[in-house]
């Protein structure tokens, strides 16, 4: 929704949708991974997101993907800041191009997946 290769205005709506189907949906007990570009770090819209999801009490996920992009310093750096920026939510640094965080993310949505499969379900 941030980084969309789209007029503001269908990043508007695209945003719009995600928030009823987070908010409104008849959907419960699920996970929300949000992806942020770690170079780019943390922006304006991750904030509100994030701020929406805690409000809402909706267990999200944050990935730093593209770590592959930044040099140790700064990869360490940036990583630093989205974690104090986003504690106590688990971030995830991640590249999909040297496969580097796979596991912990894939780890972190199975732990959740059988979370929800032994809560009851809500009406």
């Known amino acids: 929704y ?3 290769k789209r007029s503001r205005e269908a990043r508007d709506t ?12 008849e959907v ?3 996970t929300v991974v949000l992806i942020i570009d770690a ?5 304006a819209y991750d904030q509100e997101m994030t701020k929406r999801l805690w409000e809402e009490h909706i267990d999200h996920i944050i990935v730093a993907n ?3 992009n930044l040099g140790r310093g700064q990869r360490d750096k ?4 989205i974690r104090n920026t986003y504690e ?13 965080g796979r596991n912990e993310l894939m780890k972190k949505i199975l732990s959740r ?6 809560q009851p379900q809500q009406k």
């Open 66 to 68: 593209k770590v592959d």
């Open 113 to 118: 997946l059988q979370l929800t499969a032994l």
């Open 28 to 30: 419960k007990n699920r």
């Open 14 to 25: 695209l945003e719009k949708m995600m928030l009823w189907y987070l908010l409104y949906s």
């Open 78 to 81: 940036q990583l630093t800041l």
């Open 2 to 4: 941030g980084y969309a």
């Open 39 to 43: 170079k780019v770090g943390v922006t």
């Open 88 to 100: 106590p939510t688990d971030v995830v640094a991640y590249s999909s191009k040297e496969e580097f």
